[in-house]
């Protein structure tokens, strides 16, 4: 069975740092690109970033760019997502998400086109 577990959520002050994990199991990913997204209250779910399997191609969403940074580490099977300069609007819960599509496929689809998704961690952020 595969599984998505996101880690590393939880409460800061506007301007803190938080560093999200999502480790996958059940399937290695290292072939597949992976993603990030996030749901706030009453909102729909919006793509944050996404990655391809080598890390040589990344996308932002505008409102995060230069402040979050995705990684991976194939050998762990693992998605992370360094957030900084974190503001009261980021405030959500946070999903990974895993594709089987190529990365030309997926982009073409604003990158929402994913298979298989974690059941999410919440980041809050205070003002």
């Known amino acids: 069975q595969v599984q998505l577990v996101e880690s590393g959520g939880g409460l800061v002050q506007a301007g803190d740092s938080l560093r999200l994990s999502c480790a996958a199991s059940g399937r290695t990913f290292s072939s597949n690109a992976l993603g990030w997204f996030r749901q706030a209250p009453g909102k729909e779910r919006e793509i944050v970033a996404a990655i391809n399997w080598s890390g040589g191609r990344t996308y932002y969403a505008d409102s995060v760019k230069g402040r979050f940074t995705i990684s991976r580490l194939n050998v762990k099977n693992t998605v992370y997502l360094q957030m900084n300069s974190l503001k009261p609007e980021d405030t959500a819960v946070y999903s990974c998400?895993?594709?089987?599509?190529?990365?030309?496929?997926?982009?073409?689809?604003?990158?929402?086109?994913?298979?298989?998704w974690g059941k999410g961690t919440l980041v809050t952020v205070s003002s």
């Open positions: 998400a895993a594709s089987l599509r190529s990365w030309s496929q997926l982009s073409e689809t604003n990158y929402y086109n994913m298979d298989y």
